[in-house]
């Protein structure tokens, strides 16, 4: 099975401007969980897509949104730039089906994100 | 989510075991452990994960102590590709937003 992709690998943006980032799913998974990582702060919960609806949303202001398809793939866009958003951008999936027992995710190779 | 605790870093030989533990002291029933592994600029690699019994699959061998306050993920015969920074977390059965602490840097040694 091929893994999890993002596209693209790097991106370098200006203040001010608004970036969409794209990530494929394992084949077969219908969750979407998207991560912020930077060297202060670690790894940070962004939002979480099934099924095309949002599950779950982390502390982040409303410049970062996302979307799902039916397909499962996952979008997210980050308004309005800033330095701070400089960061390695993490989509990971899982099968999202299984209930009570906790999900394996897989993460993706990552989009890395300078912001100038 | 309980916390865990890691040494920050170790060093390990080419070709020797490589054992990393966590403490997990304020674990739940519910909440599994999982270990992931991150090389440098990478997306985070999942390795292992349990809940009482030990573990093991290609990659590595997870211990899990009788109470569950503690594990070691075992590395069985590491490699210079082996060297990374490795998360162990501890994660309830439903929910999933992960959180990494400082994870510990590995560095293999030829």
């Known amino acids: 099975k091929a893994g999890v992709t993002q596209t693209p690998r790097y991106l370098i943006k200006t203040r001010g401007q608004q970036v969409t980032l794209s990530c494929s799913p394992i084949?077969?998974?219908?969750?979407v969980s998207w991560y912020q990582q930077t060297p202060g702060q670690g790894l940070q919960f962004l939002f979480e897509?099934?099924?095309?609806?949002?599950?779950n949303k982390g502390n982040f202001p409303g410049r970062f949104s996302g979307r799902q398809f039916s397909n499962s793939r996952s979008e997210m866009n980050v308004s309005t730039l800033e330095l701070g958003d400089s960061a390695l951008y993490l989509c990971?999936?899982?099968?999202?089906?299984?209930?009570?027992?906790?999900?394996?995710?897989?993460f993706g190779p990552g989009t890395r994100l300078l912001v100038l | 989510d309980a916390k865990t605790t890691q040494p920050p870093s170790m060093d390990c030989a080419e070709g020797r075991a490589a054992n990393l533990p966590c403490n997990h002291s304020t674990i739940s029933g519910n909440e599994y452990v999982y270990w992931y592994r991150q090389i440098h600029s990478q997306g985070p690699q999942y390795i292992i994960h349990g809940l009482k019994n030990n573990e093991t699959n290609e990659m590595a061998s997870l211990i899990i102590t009788e109470d569950r306050k503690s594990s070691t993920l075992i590395l069985p015969h590491a490699t210079l590709r082996d060297t990374a920074v490795y998360y162990c977390?501890?994660?309830?059965?439903?929910?999933?937003?992960?959180?990494f602490g400082g994870g510990t840097r590995v560095l293999v040694k030829p």
């Open positions: 084949s077969g998974h219908r969750s």
């Open positions: 990971a999936s899982s099968s999202g089906t299984s209930g009570a027992r906790r999900e394996t995710q897989y």
């Open positions: 977390i501890v994660i309830k059965a439903a929910g999933n937003k992960l959180t």
């Open positions: 897509y099934f099924s095309e609806t949002q599950r």
